[in-house]
């Protein structure tokens, strides 16, 4: 899937009666811009959300999120070197602690839990 360059912050989540839950996204520059970019997504697990619905576009210039994956390797690396972390552990909290559109962007878990070397 293709994914725009934009941040979003969770705005509401909502239990459907399938009990799909759904979360609401709006823009980070929704206040201070007024866009009106939102986004629907539906939880794949506790920690993962695929995008299901995208609605409006940016009033604004979007940042990259180039740099925040970069960030987000970076980290990964740096956490690797402590040995007594377990690798699940480090590439699930890497993959928790950015955007979820930087989420979409990272290689998928098993590519990163091979990036955490251990002896
Ligand atoms: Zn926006």
Redesign the pocket.
């Known amino acids: 899937m293709k994914l725009d360059n934009?941040h979003y912050h969770l705005e509401k989540s909502k239990t459907l009666k399938n009990l799909q839950i759904n979360s609401y996204w709006n823009?980070?520059?929704?206040d201070s811009?007024g866009?009106k970019?939102r986004l629907i997504t539906t939880a794949v697990d506790n920690s993962r959300h695929r995008i299901i619905e995208r609605k409006g576009n940016?009033?604004?210039e979007?940042s990259s999120i180039t740099a925040s994956v970069k960030r987000a390797g970076l980290l990964l690396a740096s956490r690797s070197r402590n040995a007594a972390e377990r690798a699940i552990d480090i590439v699930s909290d890497t993959r928790t602690s950015v955007p979820i559109v930087v989420q979409q962007s990272l290689p998928e878990s098993n590519s990163l839990k091979r990036r955490v070397h251990r002896n």
Request: net charge negative; glycine share 0%.
């Open positions: 934009s823009c980070d520059h929704s811009s866009c970019a940016h009033s604004h979007v």
